[in-house]
């Protein structure tokens, strides 16, 4: 990745595992857009933090599961910080903890608005930007998966799965559509990582079912991201990353 493509756009990255990526990525000489959809103050901290490393940085409000914001995102951060050289899909949301059979309509549909429309929509917005075939200079793709994908998810949470499992799936054929035009697509998969959306009953789990018996943290998830960005990583697309400590 030359030094002039490196600009990153990153949803939901005011706080969590989203804060973690962009500033592991400035760390990497990255500029930065942080997408946020509600904590600007957050995101306006995010943006401080990397501007004192010495890297360019926007905040950019988005809501992923609103269509009609995702061109803004998209064309702010090219407008304010240069052309694009990545994009990872951070944003999402694990929706209410409910069993299927009191599920509603209305709870599985913003979910999958946001989890899978949106992450669809706004990589379909980075390939307009990276694609050789649109007059980019190629680069990456991240999407944010989960081990739920494979696991089914912790009690209450099998529809926050199955949008990971959307996700995984995306990112092998988006991989299969873009790599000719220049552009990797990785997906990175958690396991239970500290963050505020982590249930309470996650450390107990992590004690119990995680090889590594711990919980892990954000950072770690972020100098995967960061990895599966770099060059170090040029061959590798249409696959996911695991970052579970085993699980």
Known sequence: MDDNNKVAVVTGGSRGIGRAICLRLAKEGWS?????????????EVVEAIRAMGRSAIAVQVDVGDPEQIPTLFSQATEALGPLGLFVANAGMTGNALRTDEQTAENLQRLFEVNVIGSMLASGGAVRHLSTRHGGNGGTIVLLSSVAARLGG???QVAYATTKGAIETFTRGLANEVGPEGIRVVAIAP???????????AEAVARATVPLRRVGKASEVA???AWA???AASYITGTTITVSGGR
């Open 191 to 201: 396991g239970l990582t500290a963050t505020d959306m982590l249930p309470n009953e």
């Open 32 to 44: 930065v857009a942080v997408g946020y959809a509600r904590e600007k103050l957050a995101a306006e």
């Open 229 to 231: 960005a770099s060059n």
């Open 154 to 156: 912790l009690a209450g």
């Open 223 to 225: 100098d995967a991201v």
